[in-house]
């Protein structure tokens, strides 16, 4: 079976705290993806990871790839609370087509 | 370069009735596709079009939901009868192949009473 899970799915925290949001996925990818939700809004693409080992950065998100491990990380430092929003991870899954799964998303809220 | 369009924004119908989504993707792009969001998860891929074939339509509930591409550009979703548990968020994105990243549209708010 194809799943994506990622933790926590709720997660609040004080500005200028780090924080790490993890996404599991249970078989061999082809890609993974972070997207961001705000609140009745669509899905803005931030990252897209290739490969085993696979980092990048943009702000104060960084997110890596593990593809041995089947886990991505989406790193927060030092927050702000522009971030707050819901964060996906999807995965394109390897042999099984080219649509995304989902993972559930995270519900980020960085208060003061 | 003009995003994914998708209308209407918001839809507010009675069970059993029928409705219709419309989406508009991103000029030249070859791929579309049509996710459920329902609300607290995940977007869930209904259907996969590649020019105006269906490539994936696995979770598509064909007994109620039906979509169709003509002529490869825009599309239209369709839900005859509804339930109450279509209330979810319909979501088209597009890409300009399968293999690369998909761009998504606003999205369609569906409530059904």
């Known amino acids: 079976e194809l799943k994506v899970e990622q933790n926590p799915l709720f997660l609040s925290m004080q500005e200028g705290k780090n924080y790490t949001i993890y996404c599991n996925y249970s078989?061999?990818?082809?890609?993974l993806y972070w997207y961001r939700q705000d609140p009745g809004k669509s899905l803005e693409s931030l990252f897209v990871l290739l490969s085993n080992g696979a980092v990048k950065q943009e702000g104060r998100l960084m997110a890596s790839l593990d593809t041995k491990a089947r886990l991505s990380t989406l790193h927060i430092t030092a927050a702000v609370h522009d971030l707050s929003a819901t964060y996906f991870c999807?995965?394109?899954?390897?042999?099984?087509?080219?649509?995304?799964?989902f993972g559930k998303g995270t519900s980020l809220l960085v208060t003061p | 370069e003009a995003g994914v369009a998708q209308s209407p924004r918001y839809k507010i119908i009675e069970k059993r009735q029928s409705v219709a989504f419309w989406c508009n993707p991103i000029?030249?792009?070859?791929?579309l596709y049509w996710y459920q969001q329902i609300l607290g998860q995940g977007p869930k891929l209904l259907i996969q079009?590649?020019?105006?074939?269906?490539?994936?339509d696995s979770q598509l509930p064909k007994d109620r939901f039906s979509a169709e591409r003509l002529k490869g550009v825009d599309s239209t979703l369709k839900i005859q009868p509804a339930k109450l548990e279509d209330s979810a968020v319909y979501l088209c994105?597009?890409?300009?192949?399968?293999?690369?990243?998909?761009?998504f549209g606003q999205g369609t708010r569906l409530t059904v009473v």
């Open positions: 994105a597009s890409s300009a192949g399968q293999s690369v990243q998909a761009f």
């Open positions: 999807a995965v394109r899954f390897r042999n099984s087509g080219y649509a995304l799964n």
């Open positions: 000029s030249g792009h070859a791929t």
């Open positions: 079009f590649q020019n105006n074939g269906v490539v994936d």
């Open positions: 078989t061999t990818s082809d890609r």
